[in-house]
């Protein structure tokens, strides 16, 4: 590949993501700001698609689709941000080499959320490391030798793993590895007063390669691109850094949702709560009504009114950032469930229901209870709904039910062991394993379930959801 734009960013991972996020976004700035920024990726497993990325020159073409404001967007983009495609494992030297390069400002990465990891085995001497904080260690090490510490040459980096606060876990390996490994005093505060450290929250969903569907977008080039990626419209990238890293990377000069903000914590809490919250709330109750899909869900007069009810009137007041932002984020994410380009099955996202909703729906039902003194009707109901999801039928049908099988086992040995539904709802709620705390003891909380479980199993959903919410104005 013959370089034509500066290398200023290294990139380790070649996947679907990356290539439909971070490729994405400095195509952007290149093609609208003359960012003049090329990105070298270093594949950070041995079977990667390097080979594939050399073979294209790098190219690749992006296919966007969603719906916004309730308008169907489709977008094409021919993607030419990559400079040098790099398989350390093949060809460790290039990968050292890369460390040289005069221009680079920054590493991004992703890797996985179990990429972040320490592994005792790597020593700075195999070529490579096994992990990628070991690699970046060795590459870095690379750089400060090179530049004989020089500050100046000290590099920006910004994971995008999906864990919390994953550039300050990514450093404290990195320290861990100098520590280890015995590089030395100077390189370590090379590493902590040189170089930047911003976490990051990532939010675009990328099917990747539509190998089912493939024919139909081979059909719009007129070239060959084995490398065809697919995503969703929205775009969120949420960096924590100052004025100066924003006067680097001018995405604000873009249409980009790139917002660089001195405390990222707000923006996760607000996905976590309103994107992943009303995902897990809806599967038990969407399912038990009959839906199959998250568009189905928000779709139908019932559920989408239900969906929609519980993110602006139960989960949005218990959030800190300002309620217009949370409304514009809460009606994106609408959009977003509505997509028709992207089927997202209820059954698929039934995985490990409980401790999904203990961290993504119950702190929004506990600080409505804590800010109104009252318990909020559609989050309740809809923990009712999960409690008797993970009896595992319903009308004689078997429900996905995809979770630990102690957890499930347990729950259901409950359901089995009485008839009384009070018992059973406190024998389930009282397990601080799940939960994080006991439940019974959240006033009134243990009544409103086992109300609104008698209901579900006299009623239905939509019966029984409009006799619980009566109940409750008594």
């Known amino acids: 590949m013959s370089k034509?734009?500066?290398?200023?960013?290294?990139?380790?991972?070649?996947?679907?993501?990356?290539?439909?996020?971070?490729?994405?976004?400095?195509?952007?700035?290149?093609?609208e700001l003359?960012?003049?920024?090329?990105?070298?990726?270093?594949?950070?497993?041995?079977?990667?698609?390097?080979?594939?990325?050399?073979?294209?020159?790098?190219?690749?073409t992006l296919f966007s689709k969603g719906v916004v404001g309730g308008t169907e967007i489709q977008?094409?983009?021919r993607i030419d941000a990559i400079e040098l495609a790099v398989n350390p494992y093949a060809d460790f030297e290039s990968f050292i080499m890369l460390a040289h390069e005069p221009e680079l400002q920054f590493v991004v990465s992703n890797t996985t959320e179990a990429g972040i990891a320490y592994d005792e085995k790597d020593t700075p001497n195999m070529a490579p490391p096994n992990s990628f904080p070991a690699k970046l260690t060795v590459f870095l090490y690379e750089r400060f030798k090179h530049f004989k510490g020089d500050h100046s040459k000290a590099l920006t980096i910004i994971p995008c793993e999906l864990i919390n606060t994953n550039a300050d876990?990514?450093?404290?390996?990195?320290?861990?590895?100098?520590?280890?490994w015995e590089l030395g005093s100077d390189f370590k505060n090379w590493i902590e007063d040189g170089c930047s450290f911003h976490n990051t929250l990532v939010d675009r969903i990328v099917p990747g390669?539509?190998?089912?569907?493939?024919?139909?977008?081979?059909q719009q080039l007129d070239y060959e691109d084995k490398l065809?990626?697919?995503?969703?419209?929205?775009?969120?990238?949420?960096?924590?850094?100052?004025e100066a890293l924003k006067k680097r990377l001018p995405f604000h000069k873009t249409g980009l949702d790139v917002k660089i903000v001195s405390d990222m914590q707000p923006y996760r809490t607000r996905k976590v709560r309103i994107l992943n919250g009303a995902h897990t709330a809806m599967v038990p109750f969407s399912l038990m009504y009959g839906n199959s899909t998250v568009k189905e869900t928000v779709d139908d007069r019932f559920t989408g009114k239900f969906v929609s009810d519980i993110i602006f009137d139960e989960i949005i007041p218990t959030l800190e950032l300002d309620k217009a932002e949370l409304e514009i984020f809460a009606n994106a994410v609408l959009d977003r469930f509505r997509n028709p380009f992207i089927k997202?099955?209820?059954?698929?996202?039934?995985?490990?229901?409980i401790s999904k909703f203990k961290v993504r729906v119950l702190p929004s039902l506990l600080q409505y209870k804590k800010n109104t003194g009252k318990l909020p009707a559609g989050l309740v109901f809809a923990f009712a709904c999960l409690l008797r999801f993970y009896k595992g039928e319903w009308k004689g049908e078997k429900l996905p039910v995809n979770d630990d099988e102690n957890i499930v086992s347990y729950i259901q040995k409950i359901w089995k062991s009485t008839h009384d539904v009070q018992s059973i709802v406190d024998?389930?709620?009282?397990?601080?394993?799940?939960?994080?705390?006991?439940?019974?003891?959240?006033?009134?909380?243990?009544?409103?379930?086992?109300?609104?479980?008698?209901?579900?199993e006299r009623n239905g959903i939509e019966v029984g959801f409009n006799e619980f919410c009566n109940h409750l104005k008594k």
């Open 4 to 31: 034509k734009r500066p290398i200023k960013i290294v990139q380790f991972g070649e996947g679907n993501f990356l290539r439909a996020f971070v490729g994405y976004a400095f195509h952007k700035l290149n093609t």
């Open 34 to 60: 003359d960012f003049n920024a090329g990105i070298a990726v270093v594949q950070p497993i041995e079977n990667g698609l390097v080979d594939v990325l050399n073979e294209q020159e790098g190219r690749y």
């Open 75 to 77: 977008e094409k983009y």
């Open 169 to 180: 876990a990514l450093k404290a390996l990195l320290l861990q590895n100098c520590t280890a």
């Open 209 to 218: 390669y539509p190998k089912d569907d493939i024919l139909s977008y081979t």
């Open 228 to 242: 065809i990626v697919t995503s969703e419209v929205f775009f969120l990238w949420v960096i924590e850094g100052d």
């Open 344 to 353: 997202h099955y209820l059954a698929s996202i039934a995985l490990n229901t």
């Open 427 to 456: 024998g389930i709620i009282a397990e601080e394993k799940f939960w994080g705390q006991d439940l019974t003891k959240v006033a009134g909380l243990g009544e409103a379930l086992t109300i609104a479980l008698e209901h579900i």
